[in-house]
């Protein structure tokens, strides 16, 4: 068993938030369902297991999308097609891990797939959720 203390975690950041609480609730809801992810993740689970989770984050993260392209919509946001480019490429990402997991298993791909989804939701964060939290204090 692999320890989960060593799970790579996503922590929370002051420049993650966007002024929206409710997007900021669920950024951090996001953040927490993650990194319960990324523990589970660590202790080598059955493929199904992993398939299960990773659906439910994909379902949580499109529902999640709809809310916050909603905000930037009411908002005129100006790089709204951009910012949606960029969710649109994670739930792509995610389709192809899960089809990744689906046909080769997690075990030997695990390091990827924990990195991939680290590394995506925090330049996502710092990047494309900065900027349009910069841009709609402004306004």
């Known amino acids: 068993m692999?320890?989960?203390?060593?799970?790579p975690q996503i922590d929370w950041r002051v420049e993650f938030e966007t002024?929206?609480?409710?997007?900021?609730?669920?950024h951090?809801?996001?953040?927490?369902?993650?990194?319960?992810?990324?523990?589970?993740a660590n202790d080598q689970p059955e493929t199904e297991l992993v398939l299960d989770h990773l659906g439910e984050i994909y379902a949580w993260i499109s529902a999640h999308f709809a809310l916050e392209e909603k905000f930037m919509r009411e908002q005129h946001y100006t790089e709204f097609?951009?910012?949606?480019?960029?969710?649109?490429k994670l739930l792509d990402?995610?389709?192809?891990?899960?089809?990744?997991?689906?046909q080769s298993g997690y075990v030997g791909i695990e390091e990827n797939i924990k990195s991939r989804m680290s590394d995506w939701f925090i330049s996502h964060?710092?990047?494309?959720?900065?900027?349009?939290h910069s841009r709609s204090l402004k306004n």
Do not use: S, Y
């Open 19 to 26: 002024g929206e609480p409710a997007i900021d609730h669920e």
């Open 125 to 132: 964060f710092k990047t494309q959720d900065a900027l349009w």
């Open 81 to 88: 097609a951009a910012h949606k480019d960029d969710h649109e």
């Open 2 to 7: 692999n320890d989960p203390q060593k799970a």
């Open 93 to 102: 990402d995610l389709r192809d891990i899960m089809d990744e997991v689906e």
């Open 28 to 40: 951090k809801e996001m953040i927490d369902r993650i990194n319960a992810f990324l523990v589970m």
